[in-house]
C-alpha cells in the first residue's frame, strides 16, 4: 500500500486516557510531509491532526476501502478493507492551546523491525 502526503491516515490509542470500555478511539489525520524525505535526517514525517495527550506511543495505520496504489504504480481491488501499520506516534509540535495549528512526529513502522533485531533495550521507568 503507497503511503504518500495528503493521504489519510489513523492514530489509534487513548487521547486524554479515553476509551470506549477497552477500545481506543481513532483520531483521523492526513499524512502532512513527503514520507520518504526524512526530517533533519530522521526516519519520521508529519500528520496533520489535532491529537492530545495519550496518544504518544500509537500505531498509526492507513486503511481503505474498496482498494489502493502500491509503490510500483499498481492498483489492487479488495471487496472490503485493507489496513497498513505505517508509524508510530511521538508527540506534536506546534500549537500552545487546542485552536492552534499542529502536526504530529509519526517515526516509520520499518524502525520497530529494527529495534528488535538489533536488541536494544529500553529504559526502564521507575
Known amino acids: 500500500m503507497l503511503i504518500a502526503v495528503g493521504l489519510e491516515a489513523f492514530i489509534i490509542g487513548y487521547p ?6 477497552t477500545f481506543p478511539v ?6 502532512a510531509s513527503e514520507p520518504y524525505v526524512f526530517a533533519k535526517g530522521h526516519p519520521y514525517f508529519f500528520v496533520d491532526t489535532a491529537s492530545r495527550e495519550g ?3 500509537s500505531p498509526v495505520i492507513l486503511r481503505t476501502w ?5 509503490p510500483e504504480g499498481g492498483r489492487i481491488t479488495t471487496s472490503g478493507s485493507a489496513t ?3 508509524g508510530i506516534y511521538s ?3 506546534g500549537g500552545k492551546d487546542e485552536l492552534q495549528a499542529q502536526l504530529g512526529v509519526v517515526w516509520h513502522a520499518g524502525l520497530v523491525d529494527v529495534i528488535l533485531k538489533e536488541g536494544r533495550p ?3 521507568a521507575n
Do not use: D, H
Not at 16 to 21: A, H, K
Not at 26 to 31: A, E, N, P, T, V
Open 16 to 21: 486524554f486516557g479515553i476509551g470506549v470500555s
Open 26 to 31: 481513532w483520531k483521523r489525520g492526513s499524512i
Open 55 to 57: 496518544m504518544s506511543g
Open 66 to 70: 474498496g482498494g489502493y496504489e502500491t
Open 84 to 86: 497498513r501499520l505505517i
Open 91 to 93: 508527540g506534536r509540535i
Open 122 to 124: 529500553g529504559a526502564q
